[in-house]
């Protein structure tokens, strides 16, 4: 038993494919490499040992490309000449994958750049939409052994962005935050003299002041999600966070107007602020490790619709329920 020079699957004596002085197990891995060859990419097998996969038979495969309807929401931009699309490539895996798939400008005249994103195994492809199409494109990659994986979550797929209303809301609270803990430097160090006495009041309600955005605005998630816990008669986590913030904001109401201190409103507003920045993390987090966990990544795009002997790719959202009479 002898490994393929493409693709490294095993491949048994009386079906060895040999060209160039290289082993191959069939037509395709050994089409591959003439592919890489004749374009000068035969560098594609020094980065890894056996870096390619086996194409794959695509026939009629991707027909549904040729839907108009169905290429303008997969494309991610499209204007005058040039389209930008993104596609999730299962098969990347190594060093080489990423440089061939950035080196596709080689392969085909028609695309202006290709950049990969290993973690999400995607590659974003812009192109010439007047030199090449989408569907050759998907064509080109199938046959080289990256073939994509198109399904209905990519159709209607937007871009996950982070809620600006967070981020609005953490910079509030890191403001009132930061002024908060400067003000407090008298009454950390327990500084009496003439101006802490004189002035003291002053910067209390001044820290009460700096307090009340971080209160009322930024740590409005925290309630609302607590109240409705609290609808519905099911605690979660946010109800003991919202209690905590109150709590503390009205002790501290209570010290700065009896002249007991100046309270934990650096407390609250700390708190609040690292609870509304691990929650940054976490949506980023989720965002950038995308797992295709929505149903629809289960669903084809499209289907074949037979009318008489004629094959028509029809996206999902267009087909209807045949009433019988």
């Avoid at 290289?22 to 592919?35: A, D, N």
């Avoid at 989720?286 to 499209?302: C, Q, T, V």
Wanted: charged share 20%.
């Amino acid at each position: 038993m002898k490994n393929c020079f493409h693709c490294g699957e095993k491949v048994e004596e009386n079906k060895v494919i040999l060209y160039d002085e290289k082993i191959f197990c069939c037509q395709g891995c050994k089409t591959v490499y003439e592919i890489f060859s004749a374009h000068d990419l035969a560098s594609y097998y020094e980065f890894e040992q056996h870096p390619g996969a086996t194409p794959k038979d695509i026939e009629s495969k991707f027909n549904f490309l040729d839907n108009r309807d169905i290429v303008a929401k997969l494309l991610d931009f499209e204007e005058a000449e040039t389209s930008i699309v993104r596609l999730y490539i299962p098969h990347i895996h190594c060093s080489s994958c990423i440089w061939i798939l950035e080196h596709l400008t080689q392969l085909n005249g028609g695309i202006i750049a290709s950049q990969v994103n290993f973690s999400q195994k995607k590659v974003t492809i812009t192109f010439h939409n007047q030199q090449t199409t989408l569907k050759q494109i998907v064509h080109l990659l199938a046959k080289i052994g990256y073939e994509p994986y198109i399904s209905l979550d990519n159709y209607d797929q937007k871009p996950q962005l982070i809620d600006r209303s967070l981020l609005y809301k953490i910079g509030v609270a890191f403001f009132g935050f930061g002024n908060i803990m400067l003000l407090s430097i008298p009454e950390y160090f327990n500084i009496d003299d003439y101006w802490m006495r004189e002035y003291r009041g002053f910067f209390r309600y001044a820290i009460l002041l700096l307090s009340l955005p971080v209160f009322f605005y930024s740590a409005t998630p925290y309630f609302k999600s607590a109240w409705n816990s609290i609808k519905t008669k099911s605690l979660n986590i946010d109800v003991p966070m919202a209690l905590g913030i109150l709590v503390m904001f009205v002790r501290s109401l209570v010290d700065i107007f009896f002249q007991d201190g100046q309270g934990y409103l650096d407390s609250m507003s700390g708190l609040v602020f690292f609870m509304l920045s691990g929650k940054l993390i976490q949506q980023t987090t989720f965002n950038f490790l995308s797992f295709e966990r929505d149903y629809k990544s289960y669903f084809p795009i499209a289907v074949t619709k037979l009318d008489g002997q004629k094959e028509i790719p029809t996206q999902v959202y267009d087909i209807k329920k045949k009433i019988k009479s």
